[in-house]
């Protein structure tokens, strides 16, 4: 996880710098590696069954990823900046995508609003 807070620190570093391009991909290598760190936990858990040559993904695996990804704000935190990155290159599209996405790994006692702000601001720009 500490070469993860290397790269989101890099990603946050070249936003600031006015690095968009180079920081949203930053942070989705880091979404990605996240995504495979969930889909392992996912299968050391059960969520997925390998009989030979066949594999199984089970209903559970889904609910074992989304627990693994909601455990804290990171990933929420992530997918939010990559919707700020977006809105700010003018893909208010891809921005309320993934302010979207942000929002649905919210952990449910969590007060991070930011990706509801942001969502707000993106259906302001889209009607007028």
Same mark, same amino acid.
């Given at each position: $996880? /500490?070469? =993860?807070?290397?790269?989101? &620190? ?9 690095? /968009? ?5 930053? #942070?989705?290598?880091?979404?990605? %590696?996240? $995504?495979?760190?969930? /889909?392992? @936990? ?21 609910? =074992?990823?989304?627990? @693994? ?6 990933? %929420?935190?992530?997918?939010?900046? $990559?919707?700020?990155?977006? %809105?700010?290159?003018?893909? @208010?599209?891809?921005?309320?995508? #993934?302010?979207?996405? %942000?929002? &649905?790994?919210?952990?449910?006692? &969590?007060?991070?609003?930011?990706? @509801? ?12």
């Amino acid at each position: $996880m /500490l070469d =993860l807070q290397k790269k989101v &620190s890099n990603a946050w570093e070249l936003k600031k710098q006015g690095k /968009l391009i180079e920081a949203l991909r930053v #942070y989705d290598e880091v979404y990605s %590696a996240l $995504m495979q760190e969930a /889909l392992d @936990y996912a299968h050391a858990r059960g969520g997925v069954i390998d009989s030979g040559t066949t594999r199984t993904i089970l209903p559970k695996n889904f609910e =074992l990823v989304r627990e @693994y990804l909601r455990q804290g704000e990171d990933v %929420a935190k992530i997918i939010n900046n $990559m919707g700020t990155i977006c %809105a700010e290159l003018g893909d @208010y599209k891809k921005a309320e995508q #993934y302010f979207k996405e %942000a929002i &649905s790994f919210i952990p449910d006692k &969590s007060n991070y609003r930011d990706p @509801y702000l942001g969502l707000e601001e993106i259906r302001k720009l889209k009607n007028g």
